[in-house]
Nanobody, 126 residues
Framework: QVQLVESGGGLVQAGGSLRLACVAS????????MGWFRQAPGQEREFVAA????????YYAESVKGRFTISRDNAKNTVSLQMDGLKSEDTADYYC???????????????????WGQGTQVTVSS
């Protein structure tokens, strides 16, 4: 059974940083696009960032561009999200997602991702 396990969430003051990590197991990680999504209370899940299976392409939501950085380590089956300059509006549950099979165009829509983690909570205090 595929497992995606997120870690690194927590409480941070506005302007601070957090680094989220997602470790995949029983999963063709090196062939999968990986994405981060988030969902705030009472809101729909929204796209945050994605990285292509080979790490060659990344894409960010406008709201996080320049502040967040997605990366992956295929040797460790891990995708990370470095979050700097955090704002109160970044408060949400953050989810790691994996998309297979490999494509030539990076997935950005949640419906294109097959596998999901359980989420990690990020709270930014103002």
């Amino acid at each position: 059974q595929v497992q995606l396990v997120e870690s690194g969430g927590g409480l941070v003051q506005a302007g601070g940083s957090l680094r989220l990590a997602c470790v995949a197991s029983r999963f063709a990680f090196t062939s999968a696009d990986m994405g981060w999504f988030r969902q705030a209370p009472g809101q729909e899940r929204e796209f945050v960032a994605a990285i292509m299976w080979n790490g060659g392409t990344t894409y960010y939501a406008e709201s996080v561009k320049g502040r967040f950085t997605i990366s992956r380590d295929n040797a460790k089956n891990t995708v990370s999200l470095q979050m700097d300059g955090l704002k109160s509006e970044d408060t949400a549950d953050y989810y790691c997602a994996g998309g297979l099979p490999p494509r030539t165009v990076l997935r950005r829509n949640s419906k294109e991702y097959n596998y999901w983690g359980q989420g990690t909570q990020v709270t930014v205090s103002s």
